[in-house]
């Protein structure tokens, strides 16, 4: 049975990608919550930004999706 671990090259970390994208969905729903505040605590409507902020939330669970997809692969 030969040793085929030291011919292994080392795989290169990918947990910036679930910190972009833990940080990405957190900024999306700080914004959802922002918005439904804004709409009891006011009369005026919440701005565009924060719409645009919202769409963080399903770019960071892409993301995650992503990082989970290639940190679960194996190395051959």
């Known amino acids: ?3 085929t671990s030291s011919e292994q090259t080392p ?3 990918a947990s910036w990608l679930l ?3 833990m940080g990405l ?3 999306g729903l700080l914004a959802v ?5 804004v709409g009891l605590l006011t009369d ?4 565009v930004w924060l719409y ?5 939330a399903p770019l960071g669970f892409l993301l995650s999706i992503v990082y989970a997809l290639w940190s679960g692969r194996r190395a051959r």
Do not use: E, Q
């Open 19 to 21: 910190y972009v994208a």
């Open 33 to 37: 919550f922002a918005i439904f505040g």
């Open 11 to 13: 795989r290169r970390s």
């Open 44 to 47: 005026s409507k919440p701005g």
């Open 52 to 56: 645009l902020l919202a769409m963080c």
């Open 1 to 3: 049975m030969s040793n």
């Open 25 to 27: 969905f957190a900024i």
